[in-house]
Protein backbone atom coordinates (compact mmCIF):
# COMPACT_ATOMS: atom_id res chain seq x y z
CA UNK A 1 0.00 0.00 0.00
CA UNK A 2 0.90 3.33 -0.65
CA UNK A 3 2.33 5.79 2.27
CA UNK A 4 3.05 9.47 2.69
CA UNK A 5 5.57 11.12 4.93
CA UNK A 6 6.23 14.35 6.13
CA UNK A 7 8.64 15.61 8.57
CA UNK A 8 9.02 17.57 10.35
CA UNK A 9 5.70 17.54 12.71
CA UNK A 10 6.41 20.96 14.27
CA UNK A 11 8.89 23.89 13.41
CA UNK A 12 9.25 27.04 14.86
CA UNK A 13 11.94 29.41 13.35
CA UNK A 14 12.90 32.88 13.29
CA UNK A 15 12.28 35.73 10.49
CA UNK A 16 14.71 35.25 7.97
CA UNK A 17 15.91 31.81 8.45
CA UNK A 18 15.82 29.33 5.55
CA UNK A 19 13.18 26.63 5.51
CA UNK A 20 12.78 23.09 4.09
CA UNK A 21 10.14 20.85 4.48
CA UNK A 22 10.29 17.29 3.08
CA UNK A 23 7.81 14.95 1.82
CA UNK A 24 8.27 11.31 0.63
CA UNK A 25 5.89 9.09 -0.97
CA UNK A 26 6.31 5.22 -0.50
CA UNK A 27 4.76 2.30 -3.04
CA UNK A 28 3.95 3.49 -6.03
CA UNK A 29 5.60 5.56 -8.94
CA UNK A 30 5.50 9.13 -10.65
CA UNK A 31 2.94 10.01 -8.31
CA UNK A 32 1.83 13.75 -8.87
CA UNK A 33 2.29 15.54 -6.02
CA UNK A 34 1.32 18.63 -4.17
CA UNK A 35 2.04 21.19 -1.14
CA UNK A 36 -0.81 22.83 0.45
CA UNK A 37 -0.89 25.98 3.18
CA UNK A 38 -3.40 26.20 5.36
CA UNK A 39 -3.98 29.12 7.07
CA UNK A 40 -5.40 29.39 10.40
CA UNK A 41 -9.11 28.81 10.35
CA UNK A 42 -8.87 29.37 6.47
CA UNK A 43 -9.02 26.79 3.23
CA UNK A 44 -6.54 25.09 1.71
CA UNK A 45 -4.54 27.05 -0.57
CA UNK A 46 -2.66 25.33 -3.21
CA UNK A 47 0.93 26.55 -3.58
CA UNK A 48 2.92 23.96 -6.07
CA UNK A 49 2.20 21.03 -8.07
CA UNK A 50 4.45 18.78 -9.54
CA UNK A 51 3.32 15.79 -12.29
CA UNK A 52 7.12 14.19 -12.32
CA UNK A 53 10.96 15.01 -11.58
CA UNK A 54 12.24 18.78 -11.75
CA UNK A 55 8.71 19.62 -13.12
CA UNK A 56 7.16 22.76 -10.88
CA UNK A 57 4.00 24.30 -11.10
CA UNK A 58 3.41 27.25 -8.88
CA UNK A 59 0.14 28.29 -7.97
CA UNK A 60 0.45 31.89 -6.54
CA UNK A 61 3.88 34.30 -6.14
CA UNK A 62 5.22 33.87 -3.35
CA UNK A 63 8.57 33.64 -0.89
CA UNK A 64 7.92 29.81 -1.30
CA UNK A 65 9.68 27.46 -3.98
CA UNK A 66 9.47 23.71 -4.27
CA UNK A 67 11.54 20.85 -5.85
CA UNK A 68 11.70 17.18 -6.94
CA UNK A 69 14.75 15.98 -7.08
CA UNK A 70 14.01 12.02 -7.28
CA UNK A 71 10.37 10.79 -8.49
CA UNK A 72 8.81 10.19 -4.80
CA UNK A 73 10.64 13.25 -2.88
CA UNK A 74 9.01 16.55 -2.75
CA UNK A 75 10.96 19.67 -0.77
CA UNK A 76 9.13 23.31 -0.09
CA UNK A 77 11.91 25.61 0.73
CA UNK A 78 12.46 29.08 1.67
CA UNK A 79 15.55 30.92 1.74
CA UNK A 80 14.16 33.64 4.04
CA UNK A 81 10.73 33.15 6.11
CA UNK A 82 7.94 35.94 6.66
CA UNK A 83 5.73 35.85 9.64
CA UNK A 84 2.92 35.50 6.88
CA UNK A 85 4.68 32.09 6.13
CA UNK A 86 3.46 30.70 9.32
CA UNK A 87 0.66 28.41 8.69
CA UNK A 88 -0.08 24.12 8.31
CA UNK A 89 1.23 22.74 5.44
CA UNK A 90 0.41 19.50 3.81
CA UNK A 91 1.87 17.47 1.00
CA UNK A 92 0.06 15.36 -1.03
CA UNK A 93 0.13 12.43 -3.85
CA UNK A 94 -2.42 11.72 -6.59
CA UNK A 95 -1.76 8.90 -9.53
CA UNK A 96 -0.07 9.99 -12.23
CA UNK A 97 -2.39 10.84 -15.06
CA UNK A 98 -5.65 10.26 -13.09
CA UNK A 99 -8.30 12.78 -11.66
CA UNK A 100 -8.34 10.50 -8.85
CA UNK A 101 -8.64 11.18 -5.24
CA UNK A 102 -5.50 13.26 -3.76
CA UNK A 103 -3.86 11.28 -0.12
CA UNK A 104 -2.45 13.91 2.55
CA UNK A 105 0.12 13.84 4.59
CA UNK A 106 0.14 14.65 8.50
CA UNK A 107 1.30 17.91 8.04
CA UNK A 108 3.95 20.51 9.21
CA UNK A 109 3.07 23.36 11.71
CA UNK A 110 5.13 25.76 10.92
CA UNK A 111 5.41 29.18 13.36
CA UNK A 112 7.41 32.06 12.67
CA UNK A 113 8.51 34.33 15.30
CA UNK B 1 -14.55 27.12 -14.18
CA UNK B 2 -15.28 25.11 -11.64
CA UNK B 3 -15.95 25.84 -7.93
CA UNK B 4 -17.53 24.41 -5.00
CA UNK B 5 -19.25 25.52 -2.22
CA UNK B 6 -20.17 24.63 1.24
CA UNK B 7 -22.93 26.22 3.13
CA UNK B 8 -22.20 26.48 6.57
CA UNK B 9 -19.01 27.18 8.12
CA UNK B 10 -19.98 25.31 11.13
CA UNK B 11 -22.66 22.76 11.92
CA UNK B 12 -23.52 21.80 15.32
CA UNK B 13 -25.27 18.69 16.45
CA UNK B 14 -26.06 16.66 18.96
CA UNK B 15 -25.04 12.85 19.23
CA UNK B 16 -27.10 10.40 18.13
CA UNK B 17 -29.14 12.99 15.74
CA UNK B 18 -28.91 12.66 11.56
CA UNK B 19 -25.34 14.85 10.38
CA UNK B 20 -25.93 17.10 7.22
CA UNK B 21 -22.84 18.94 5.48
CA UNK B 22 -23.99 20.58 2.26
CA UNK B 23 -21.86 21.02 -0.74
CA UNK B 24 -22.91 22.34 -4.21
CA UNK B 25 -20.66 22.44 -7.11
CA UNK B 26 -20.45 24.70 -10.56
CA UNK B 27 -18.92 22.39 -13.32
CA UNK B 28 -19.55 22.32 -17.15
CA UNK B 29 -18.55 18.48 -17.32
CA UNK B 30 -19.56 16.15 -15.08
CA UNK B 31 -17.22 16.00 -12.15
CA UNK B 32 -15.22 13.67 -9.77
CA UNK B 33 -16.24 14.79 -6.19
CA UNK B 34 -14.61 13.69 -2.80
CA UNK B 35 -15.40 14.35 0.19
CA UNK B 36 -12.30 14.87 3.15
CA UNK B 37 -12.22 14.90 7.23
CA UNK B 38 -9.50 16.77 8.89
CA UNK B 39 -9.45 16.79 12.58
CA UNK B 40 -6.99 18.97 14.99
CA UNK B 41 -3.34 19.19 13.80
CA UNK B 42 -4.12 16.49 11.62
CA UNK B 43 -4.16 15.65 7.30
CA UNK B 44 -6.75 15.50 5.23
CA UNK B 45 -8.30 11.87 5.17
CA UNK B 46 -10.60 10.77 2.12
CA UNK B 47 -13.95 9.70 3.20
CA UNK B 48 -15.51 9.13 0.08
CA UNK B 49 -15.55 9.49 -3.75
CA UNK B 50 -17.50 10.08 -6.39
CA UNK B 51 -16.16 9.51 -10.31
CA UNK B 52 -19.28 7.65 -12.14
CA UNK B 53 -21.30 5.50 -11.92
CA UNK B 54 -23.70 4.72 -8.79
CA UNK B 55 -24.87 8.25 -7.23
CA UNK B 56 -25.03 7.39 -4.08
CA UNK B 57 -21.37 6.42 -3.00
CA UNK B 58 -20.97 5.00 0.88
CA UNK B 59 -17.73 5.55 3.11
CA UNK B 60 -15.75 5.27 5.60
CA UNK B 61 -17.32 5.74 9.52
CA UNK B 62 -20.49 5.36 8.47
CA UNK B 63 -20.33 8.68 5.82
CA UNK B 64 -22.19 8.45 2.70
CA UNK B 65 -22.86 11.20 0.04
CA UNK B 66 -25.49 11.57 -3.25
CA UNK B 67 -24.43 12.96 -6.28
CA UNK B 68 -27.57 14.65 -7.81
CA UNK B 69 -27.02 16.48 -10.89
CA UNK B 70 -29.77 18.24 -11.48
CA UNK B 71 -29.32 20.22 -7.99
CA UNK B 72 -25.35 20.10 -8.65
CA UNK B 73 -25.31 18.65 -5.31
CA UNK B 74 -22.80 16.27 -3.30
CA UNK B 75 -24.25 17.00 0.45
CA UNK B 76 -22.53 14.21 3.05
CA UNK B 77 -24.61 12.73 5.99
CA UNK B 78 -24.13 10.30 8.61
CA UNK B 79 -27.60 8.61 10.10
CA UNK B 80 -26.43 9.03 13.41
CA UNK B 81 -23.55 11.31 14.51
CA UNK B 82 -20.97 10.16 17.40
CA UNK B 83 -18.77 12.07 19.23
CA UNK B 84 -15.63 11.19 17.23
CA UNK B 85 -16.86 12.51 14.61
CA UNK B 86 -16.36 16.34 15.75
CA UNK B 87 -13.95 17.58 13.02
CA UNK B 88 -13.94 19.73 9.90
CA UNK B 89 -15.22 18.33 6.25
CA UNK B 90 -14.07 19.62 2.92
CA UNK B 91 -15.68 18.81 -0.24
CA UNK B 92 -13.66 19.01 -3.55
CA UNK B 93 -14.16 18.68 -7.09
CA UNK B 94 -11.54 17.69 -9.32
CA UNK B 95 -10.60 19.99 -12.26
CA UNK B 96 -11.60 18.05 -15.22
CA UNK B 97 -8.36 18.89 -17.27
CA UNK B 98 -4.96 18.01 -17.55
CA UNK B 99 -4.38 19.95 -14.30
CA UNK B 100 -4.53 16.95 -11.44
CA UNK B 101 -5.79 19.66 -9.55
CA UNK B 102 -8.97 19.90 -6.50
CA UNK B 103 -10.74 22.61 -6.14
CA UNK B 104 -11.77 22.44 -2.40
CA UNK B 105 -14.68 24.25 -0.58
CA UNK B 106 -13.90 26.55 2.84
CA UNK B 107 -14.83 23.76 4.73
CA UNK B 108 -17.42 23.43 7.46
CA UNK B 109 -16.73 22.75 11.22
CA UNK B 110 -18.89 19.84 13.04
CA UNK B 111 -19.55 20.43 16.47
CA UNK B 112 -21.34 17.18 18.04
CA UNK B 113 -22.85 17.90 21.29
CA UNK B 114 -23.32 15.10 24.16
Known amino acids: ?7 PATLVQPVGSPLSLECTVEGTSNPNLYWYRQAAGRGLQLLFYSVGIGQISSEVPQNLSASRPQDRQFILSS ?23 QHFGDGTRLSIL | AQSVTQLGSHVSVSE ?13 VP ?18 KYTTGATLVKGINGFEAE ?11 KPS ?7 EYFCAVSRMDSS ?9 RLLVRP
Open chain 2, 81 to 87: AHMSDAA
Open chain 1, 79 to 101: KKLLLSDSGFYLCAWSVHGGLEA
Open chain 2, 31 to 48: PYLFWYVQYPNQGLQLLL
Open chain 2, 100 to 108: YKLIFGSGT
Open chain 1, 1 to 7: SQTIHQW
Open chain 2, 16 to 28: GALVLLRCNYSSS
Open chain 2, 67 to 77: FKKSETSFHLT
